[in-house]
């Protein structure tokens, strides 16, 4: 069965709004989980590095600001999306460690109009 | 390494035949490597994992096989299934799989009945 929950599946919402994803680790703690970007037909790209109890680790070129990180317990990451535009339409995925292999959520599809 | 380009290269094999993907990866300190299965709309999904003191590692159906030498990963699906269709990327990490993860480019498996 699954082991990492994303939530919600998909958003739609309008330009300038502002959007969170949760990542949930089932039945086991994660003090590490990981933030992805997938544009359709390209591969995943790493966003952030989530660190619980303290501050995530952004990639370069990823705006800290714009796509928050928040790591507030052991099975739960957020991803707010601030004032998101069309061009932060993507599909949005996180993973958790538990033991080896990473797995990883289904996926938020974000669609911002 | 990091992945690149807007179109994924399709693989295409007749149902029962043996597939094999292939993947180049780029950082000589990655000791870590594992292939996901990715389906439309979903998260990637664990296939196999290999660590770079084994030069190749089977599964159920599948095998990889991993050249240090000219830093080559590939994935052998034996008697490929119409189920086996799907996107297949290759990660490599540093530092044991608990660090994060980088993509490959990813191949598309299009199995042919």
């Known amino acids: 069965g699954a082991v990492v929950s994303q939530h919600p599946s998909w958003v739609i919402c309008k330009s300038g709004t502002s959007v969170k994803i949760e990542c949930r680790s089932l039945?086991?703690?994660?003090?590490?989980m990981f933030w992805y970007r997938q544009f359709p037909k390209q591969s995943l790209m790493l966003m952030a590095t989530?660190?619980?109890?303290?501050?995530?680790?952004?990639e370069q070129g990823v705006e800290k600001d714009k796509f928050l990180i928040n790591h507030a317990s052991l099975t739960l990451s957020t991803l707010t999306v601030t004032s998101a535009h069309p061009e932060d339409s993507s599909f949005y995925i996180c993973?958790?460690?538990?033991?080896?292999?990473?797995?990883f959520g289904d996926g938020t599809r974000l669609s911002i109009l | 390494g990091e992945s690149v380009g807007l179109h994924l290269p399709t693989l295409s094999v007749q149902e029962g035949d043996n597939s094999i993907i292939n993947c180049a990866y780029s950082?000589?300190?990655?000791?870590?490597f594992i292939w996901y299965k990715q389906e439309s709309g979903k998260g990637p999904q664990f296939i196999i994992d290999?660590?770079?003191?084994?030069d190749k590692r089977q599964g159920q159906r599948v095998t990889v096989l991993l050249n240090k030498t000219v830093k080559h990963l590939s994935l052998q699906i034996a008697a490929t299934q119409p189920g086996d269709s799907a996107v297949y990327f290759c990660?490599?990490?540093?530092?044991?799989?608990?660090?994060?993860?980088?993509f490959g480019a990813g191949t598309r498996l299009a199995v042919h009945p």
């Open positions: 989530s660190n619980e109890g303290s501050k995530a680790t952004y």
């Open positions: 039945d086991f703690q994660a003090t590490t």
């Open positions: 290999i660590r770079s003191n084994m």
């Open positions: 993973s958790a460690n538990r033991g080896q292999p990473q797995h």
């Open positions: 950082n000589s300190a990655s000791d870590y």
């Open positions: 990660a490599e990490a540093a530092g044991g799989g608990y660090n994060k993860l980088i």
